[in-house]
């Protein structure tokens, strides 16, 4: 069995204008999802997944997901987990030139689904290690990082930007404008996770705020003025100026509310943080529901977070120096 882990990741700024070709800054954190994979002697895939929004299911299938696996879990969760799956295996024999082989996937993960934490792109990077060093070929960076940003891309019907898999298999603080990618240094940030326990749904979320971009030539201006702050923001992490990067992202949630992609619970737990004196706050990822990140080297906002309705988690997260990690 071969197997490796890839962290996920929180938008300090830039989510959904990215899509529009802004630059943004993710930063990876230390919540990971590890897969293991053991090649099989037939051409089948079983995929075994473990996390925090399913039970634990195991399936067993030897083609796509429409053969619709008869196990407990909602459709949409075994489309998209096995979407993925397929996906991730698809650039592998792609890769490797082996077309048939199997595999046996485990996937554990302590990064919730769909809230904004990079959770399927964490997957789709330590599944597509796994699986080609479990062939025997060992992928570069960048060419990994390639890799799970077309899985990406193919299973969210071209509503992905390469951010999420770039950061997930660098680690670190990234910039993403297009094609272009890089690592940039960040100073120790005091990051501060609230989670609602839900999820939104990013394919909706983001043709909303294109409809609204192809509508409204303002809706146009704000997602402009998203790439000006995060110009701005760069430059504040450069000099580790945390007021100034609280201040961008308050500045940043309240931009991405008027694009329509906050909630109420998202709301709620960005005041909290702001009442319990952070830095600053904002929604990270596709929004509708989720978390939301906060700057804050004191308890306040945890402390906060855990006593706001709505909120079902609060965490503290480390920046993850290394993003793809080889551990068997
Ligand atoms: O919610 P997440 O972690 O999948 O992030 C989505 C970020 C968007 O900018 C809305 C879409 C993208 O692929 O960049």
């Avoid at 630059?23 to 293991?36: K, Q």
Wanted: negative net charge; proline residues 3%.
């Amino acid at each position: 069995m071969t197997l490796s882990s890839a962290p996920g990741k929180v938008y300090l700024f830039g989510e959904h204008a990215v899509v529009y070709g802004e630059p943004a800054v993710p930063c990876a954190i230390e919540r990971r999802a590890r897969v293991g994979v053991q090649r099989r002697e037939d051409s089948k895939l079983r995929v075994h997944a473990e996390d925090l929004s399913l039970d634990g299911f195991t399936v067993e299938y030897s083609g796509r997901t429409d053969d619709h696996p008869d196990v407990d879990v909602s459709d949409s969760l075994i489309a998209a987990a096995m979407g993925y799956v397929d996906g991730a295996i698809d650039q592998v024999r792609d890769v490797t030139g082996e077309d048939d082989a199997g595999f046996d996937v485990t996937i554990e993960s302590d990064i919730p689904l769909g809230a904004g934490l990079g959770s399927s792109a964490a997957v789709v990077v330590a599944a597509i290690d796994a699986a080609t060093r479990e062939l025997g070929v060992r992928l570069e960076t960048d060419e990994l990082a390639d890799r799970a940003f077309r899985t990406e891309y193919e299973v969210q019907n071209g509503q992905a930007s390469r951010a999420d898999t770039f950061c997930s298999a660098t680690g670190g603080a990234v910039r993403v404008e297009g094609e272009d990618c890089r690592t940039i240094d960040a100073p120790d940030l005091p990051l501060v996770i609230g989670f609602d326990g839900g999820a939104g749904d990013t394919g909706a979320l983001v043709s909303g705020v294109r409809t609204l971009r192809e509508e409204y030539a303002f809706a146009a201006d704000t997602v402009e003025t998203v790439g000006d702050l995060v110009r701005q923001g760069e430059r504040a992490l450069e000099t580790g100026d945390l007021a100034e990067l609280g201040d961008l992202m308050n500045f940043n949630h309240g931009l991405l509310s008027a694009l329509g992609v906050s909630s109420r619970s998202l709301d709620a737990m960005v005041w909290a943080a702001r009442d319990a004196e952070a830095y600053g706050a904002k929604l990270t990822g596709a929004g509708g529901g989720g978390c939301i990140v906060a700057l804050d080297p004191t308890e306040a906002t945890e402390t906060a977070l855990k006593f706001t309705p709505g909120c079902e988690e609060a965490f503290r997260a480390e920046l993850a120096e290394e993003g793809v990690k080889r551990l068997e």
